[in-house]
């Protein structure tokens, strides 16, 4: 059923002399189509069975795409069994990969598959959230589980040691895959809702968390039974991915029909690059990228080079992305009494801090220290990501373009950053060179979030 009008938000072309109505109350619309502010003409929902459906729908195409393709990077931790550092399935893959499927190649090449899937899947953002804003919302999600499950499914035919045909199912196309249902999971609830979007945004990247919990040890199960084949479980893998996903399809559902007038790309770009506060914000977004998975790729590596049983250092990637989902569901309904920007800020001074832990972690309660402290700031900084994108976007029409250059640029830092720390550790273990790295890169984006406070205390909806 739909929304009541607001009729004290109507705004006509007598009114405004030279501009012209967007009709469908998604922005008013200059003569040279670009959007100049948003004028809504129907209410949000902020709540309901739709509105918290949709939520549920973005948080299963995060479980099953970024929460997957983001631990591909895990990947390449060096000699000691580094696959289950991966917060998600493809760590398990990794070391089943390295051990046994694909011996000829070393984990480090096995790596820039992890690397490539998550840069792919920020990067499609770009071009995914400009057909968004035209309307191509279901097509995006509707292709993106297509190619996802397509490219699962190709992998079950991969024969040992084609690290090529591995490459462009896990690499490329689940990268591509996961892009094209990324930006949309996140746009679309900003149709939904106003009061209750940081909050709602926040469960949907809690989604990664639960992801990266769940599937590792699904599939580590699956592989440790000597009757099931590799190819068997990645179908079975595929048919639970699937029905996820379809049922995140039928959950989210644009709540308004797309604009007939659409910003101008070049418009908009020429505004973006005026906007201090938003470039201060990619930069912080793309900082914070190349250190933050730092941590997360090598705390397995860490406990199990000091000594520490290898059991107990999965587990500890266990806890450390069970305190992010926490955190990342905590983190919408503590923004609303402390600021979404504050919460960034905070999140990255404590990130950067523990990384720096990494110099010298050696016993068991230093490793489950690093992984709930780490795991829940991490997750709170996750969780503001696209909320501040959000308070940043003046006009609903341009959120899918502001959210797809953000997350492209920052994807740019999840690309170097892997190779880049793993370069700096060494085959011979030197933990201060990457963790000092990492944490200056850490607390440099706090820096950069503090200026967009100073910069945009207005558009942050700061007191």
């Not at 309901?48 to 549920?56: E, M, S």
């Not at 490329?172 to 609830?189: E, K, L, N, R, W």
């Not at 007939?260 to 977004?285: M, P, Q, T």
């Amino acid at each position: 059923m739909p929304f009541p009008e607001d009729n004290n938000s109507q705004v006509t072309v007598k009114d405004l002399g030279v501009l012209e109505a967007d009709e469908k109350g998604l922005g008013i619309i200059t003569p040279d189509h670009s959007t100049c502010l948003k004028v809504p003409s129907v209410p949000y929902p902020d709540g309901g069975l739709r509105a918290w459906g949709v939520v549920l729908g973005g948080f299963l195409a995060q479980f099953c795409s970024y929460g997957r393709v983001s631990c591909l990077q895990r990947c390449g931790l060096g000699d000691v069994n580094p696959a289950i550092s991966f917060i998600c399935s493809f760590g398990v893959y990794q070391d089943f990969y390295t051990r046994i499927y694909m011996t000829e190649h070393s984990p480090s090449a096995i790596s820039w598959i992890g690397s490539v899937a998550s840069f792919l899947t920020i990067s499609t953002g770009l071009v995914g959230g400009r057909l968004y804003d035209k309307g191509y919302c279901m097509h995006l999600l509707y292709g993106g589980t297509f190619l996802m499950m397509l490219s699962f499914f190709m992998l079950s035919f991969v024969k040992p040691n084609q690290y090529y045909a591995v490459f462009l199912t896990q690499g490329i196309g689940m990268g591509i895959g996961g892009g094209m249902t990324y930006v949309p999971s996140f746009a679309i609830v900003a149709q939904y809702f106003d009061k209750k979007r940081t909050m709602a945004m926040s469960i949907i990247t809690a989604g990664v968390c639960l992801g990266s919990a769940l599937l590792p040890f699904m599939i580590n199960q699956l592989l440790a039974k000597p009757s099931l084949s590799f190819a068997f479980v990645t179908r079975i893998v595929t048919g639970f991915m699937t029905i996820l996903l379809i049922v995140a399809c039928i959950l989210m559902r644009p709540r308004l029909p797309p604009s007939e007038k659409h910003a101008n790309v070049a418009d908009c770009l020429k505004r973006f690059s005026r906007d201090w506060a938003y470039i201060a914000l990619i930069i912080g977004f793309t900082c914070f990228a190349l250190g933050f998975f730092f941590p997360m790729f090598y705390l397995q590596l860490a406990a199990i080079t000091h000594g520490l049983n290898e059991t107990f250092a999965f587990y500890s990637l266990v806890i450390l992305n069970g305190c992010g989902f926490i955190a990342r569901i905590l983190c919408g309904i503590i923004a609303r009494k402390v600021s979404v920007i504050n919460l960034a800020i905070g999140s990255a001074v404590v990130c950067g801090c523990i990384t720096f832990a990494f110099v010298d972690i050696g016993s068991p309660a230093s490793v489950v220290l690093v992984g709930v402290f780490y795991g829940s700031s991490a997750g709170i900084y996750a969780g503001t990501m696209a909320a501040l994108v959000s308070l940043l976007t003046d006009n609903e029409a341009e959120l899918g373009l502001r959210l797809g250059i953000a997350f492209a640029v920052s994807g740019l830092g999840e690309l170097i950053g892997p190779p880049v720390t793993g370069a700096l550790l060494t085959s011979e273990y030197h933990w201060w060179r990457p963790a000092v790295f990492a944490g200056v890169l850490v607390l440099a984006a706090a820096g950069c979030f503090t200026t967009v406070k100073l910069m945009a205390r207005n558009r942050l909806q700061l007191v």
